[in-house]
């Protein structure tokens, strides 16, 4: 067992030794793979909703897309406005100005209900009148009474257009099911055979649409925002609330989060390096690995179709803890050897042949152990076992370390 223990640390200097005499070429090539994954990086999404919790062929996600498409999208965007009085003509004026504002100006709308448009079914003698709430608008302060009778004794309208008490009134938005990528604008679109499904210019079988992209989303939700602050005032307080503004509000605080603990998890990293080696290169090339070695699994990610969801957010702050073991064991049997020999080649064969095999077979173990999460219930968990153990083995974290050292 010595023996062969022997041979591989003699195969670990022999290829280190290499490496090093074709130290350029491999540093290009490296960067040139690099390059190429890192180029993906823009393809990467964000995704925060409930169903990218599930697996594509997930039963219940199955189940969920078939409502989808058969009844439409069942979230809602809702504007809730707290007036002194709903039923005020002045403020009945601002709530149909609003919503005529979000009507033209919200992208991706499939239907916006307010007190303006309410649907108001009604029998008078052998009459069925069906029409908006306020068709016919008060002009006067009776018909402002009957208004207001006829909104808060509907069943219809209570706790949904507006409170049991009648100090909130809602506007409700409905975005798309669908998402537009891909999709040209119809001129006869809503008289078309639903029964037909649309297919390809060769006649061959339908292509699943595309469901309300995590963008088209957000684009909605900042479109409200935008249109929301030109109306708010101390006598039309307005809340916006709903799973697309939840879910787009968690976006933008994972993407900061993200961020903040990406630069924290850096600079308490440079420190303690700068601690332990007392030089610059000590600092600099660990973290050059490990850097990179994260933006190249972010590349794989986007180039894999995978989005980075509410859980696979560590991924960024795990990978930094977890590689730069790798390039702080190099350094430290490298500047402890050079220290000894100032022969840098001697240091850098000497440090891959003492810890190359160690190093190997720790990635090995920790991307076993992360691969066994691949086959989880949940993707975000069943992605964090994927990515980060190719992460772990990225080949720079072992290797691009001690091609700097030279330098």
């Known amino acids: 067992m010595t023996d062969f223990r022997n041979r591989i640390e003699k195969w670990f200097e022999h290829f280190a030794r290499i490496l090093y005499h074709n130290r350029i070429k491999t540093i290009l090539i490296m960067l040139a793979i690099t390059a190429v994954m890192v180029s993906q990086i823009p393809k990467i999404t964000i995704d925060t909703s409930t169903e990218g919790f599930l697996h594509e062929n997930d039963p219940a996600l199955l189940a969920y897309n078939s409502f989808r498409d058969q009844f439409g999208r069942d979230e809602f965007i809702i504007i809730a406005i707290n007036p002194p009085n709903v039923f005020d003509h002045k403020f009945l004026k601002k709530i149909k100005t609003l919503h005529q504002d979000l009507e033209d100006n ?16 009604r029998g008078e003698a052998d009459e069925l009148i069906v029409e908006d709430l306020l068709e016919n608008w008060p002009e006067t302060e009776e018909d402002m009474a009957a208004l207001k009778e006829r909104v808060l004794t509907n069943r219809m309208y209570k ?138 699994t972010v590349g794989i990610m986007a180039a894999a179709g995978a989005a980075i969801k509410v859980p696979t957010q560590i991924l960024p702050s795990f990978l930094l803890a977890v590689c730069i073991g790798a390039s702080v064991h190099i350094l430290v049997i490298f500047y402890h050897r050079l220290r000894q020999n100032s022969d840098k080649e001697e240091a850098i064969v000497y440090a ?4 190359g095999l160690a190093i190997f077979m720790t990635s090995v173990t920790t991307a076993g152990g992360l691969l066994s999460f691949s086959t989880a219930d949940l993707a975000p968990i069943a992605d964090i076992g994927r990515f980060a153990s190719i992460g772990v083995m990225t080949p720079r974290t072992q290797k691009v370390t001690w091609y700097f050292c030279r330098f």
């Open 106 to 121: 919200v992208p991706y709308l499939d239907d916006i209900i307010s007190i303006f448009n309410a649907r108001n079914t």
């Open 352 to 355: 891959i042949g003492h810890s």
């Open 159 to 296: 706790n949904t257009l507006i409170s049991e008490d009648g100090k909130f009134t809602t506007i409700v938005i409905k975005t798309h099911s669908y998402s537009s990528l891909g999709q040209s604008t119809d001129v006869l679109e809503g008289f078309e055979d639903e029964t037909l499904e649309p297919s390809d210019s060769n006649g061959s079988a339908p292509a699943k649409r595309q469901y309300l992209t995590d963008a088209e989303n957000s684009a909605a939700v900042n479109a409200v925002r935008d249109i929301l602050k030109n109306y708010q005032a101390p006598d039309f307080p307005v809340y916006v609330a709903g799973s697309p503004v939840v879910t787009h509000f968690l976006k933008q605080s994972m993407m900061h989060d993200m961020r903040k603990f990406v630069a924290l998890a850096i600079v308490i990293i440079s420190v303690f390096l700068f601690i332990m080696f007392r030089r610059l290169s000590g600092v600099f090339l660990p973290l050059v690995v490990v850097i990179l070695t994260l933006l190249s």
